[in-house]
């Protein structure tokens, strides 16, 4: 906002006071409502009004939270008691327009003093309901549950409040109450700590008792359990000795089972063993015999195959004789036509130098004889040697 600005406001706020307005800035805390001839024109909390006094009516109530007090003597209790009863409560205005017409909330500048005096009228007319409540709430208990339930009759002390009419028609809401405490006379109080006192000591008493009996009752539970734990002990190792003659007695049956089955086992096999013996001497007995009979046929056959194979080989020996003797006898036949001279010229013909002179050598030797001188050249000699080479 510039300077301008603000003188004008300035200049605005006091040709309005010269004319007769006021300018008011209510708290937050305070519901305004503004009056003029008779009608509500605006209402709300903490607003900014101008008015004028000669036909504006403000009425400003607080929108917060009051604490008020109570106590109430010579209150009887339903054994003939007197107690007294202190406490607070919290309230606030909730229905602005009820409140109105309860009390005076004019604004002017008697406001503060009007304020206060409608606070404290709200308060009164509030501990006038909470005394009605708690006498009748009072008259029905006794002095000691009374003096124990602070809490409890501060619940009904809210509850009463919510259901009475008169509280919505001041326009107020109750937000806590607390009872502070519940107080009997002197001597009340005196026969109350004495009776308090001697139940005190008789339940120390009791308890002492309870303990002692306790322990005692703990003792004989102890030596009860350690009995029954002898007992189970006992009982326990009696299970187990049964248990271990069960059980070498099993095992002596099992043992004289297993020995019987083994000898069982043993004659089963031997007699198997030994039938089998007995089938596989007769199947060899059996084999041998047919093995023999084989043979026997074998050897049979065999003879039956070399009298035929002699015979077959005396024949082709008659008749190999009788082709050698043809053959011979033509060649003989050939022979005896044939000259002599020339067969051995074509057998020597086809015969190689050294054999002709092999056979002149033997010739030589057989005419020996017949020979004077034979005179060997060297180069004779050396054409021997190189046919032998």
């Not at 002095?143 to 919510?162: C, Q, W, Y």
């Not at 049956?253 to 596989?280: C, D, F």
């Amino acid at each position: 906002m510039n300077t301008n600005t603000k003188t004008k406001d300035i200049n605005d706020v006091r040709k309005e006071y010269i004319m007769g307005l006021k300018l008011k800035k209510f708290k937050p805390t305070e519901y305004v409502t503004v009056v003029r001839k008779g009608k509500k024109i605006k209402s709300g909390q903490g607003l900014t009004i101008f008015y004028n006094d000669i036909h504006t009516d403000i009425m400003v109530i607080p929108a917060m939270a009051f604490d008020g007090t109570f106590a109430f003597d010579e209150l009887v209790t339903a054994d003939f008691q007197t107690v007294c009863v202190q406490g607070s409560f919290t309230f606030m205005v909730d229905n602005y327009e009820r409140a109105y017409f309860m009390a005076d909330f004019t604004y002017d500048r008697w406001y503060e003093d009007k304020k206060k005096n409608s606070m404290e009228l709200f308060e009164k007319r509030i501990c006038n309901i909470i005394r009605t409540v708690v006498i009748r709430e009072t008259g029905k208990q006794d002095v000691r549950n009374l003096l124990k339930g602070a809490d409890e009759m501060a619940a009904l002390i809210i509850e009463g409040l919510r259901s009475d009419e008169t509280i919505d028609t001041l326009g107020v809401k109750i937000l806590t109450v607390n009872v502070e405490g519940i107080v009997t006379k002197p001597d009340t109080r005196k026969a109350l700590e004495a009776a308090a006192r001697e139940e005190i000591l008789k339940e120390q008493d009791d308890a002492i008792y309870k303990r002692r009996n306790a322990a005692i009752e703990q003792e004989r539970i102890i030596k009860e359990n350690e009995l029954n734990t002898e007992i189970k002990v006992a009982e326990k190792e009696k299970d187990i000795k049964e248990k271990e003659q069960e059980i070498k007695r099993k095992l002596l049956e099992t043992e004289l089972e297993m020995e019987m089955e083994r000898q069982e086992r043993e004659q089963e096999i031997k007699g198997k063993v030994l039938a089998s013996e007995l089938e596989l001497e007769k199947r060899e007995k059996e084999e041998r015999v047919k093995m023999q009979q084989t043979e026997l046929e074998e050897k049979i056959k065999l003879e039956e195959r070399n009298k035929e194979f002699v015979n077959l080989e005396v024949e082709n020996a008659k008749k190999r004789a009788e082709e050698q003797a043809f053959a011979a006898a033509q060649m003989v036949k050939a022979y005896e036509n044939a000259n002599v001279a020339l067969i051995e010229a074509c057998a020597m013909a086809n015969m190689d130098p050294k054999t002709l002179m092999a056979k002149a050598f033997v010739e030589l030797g057989e005419n020996a004889g017949k020979i004077g001188t034979l005179n060997m050249t060297p180069d004779i000699l050396q054409t021997i040697a190189g046919l032998n080479a």
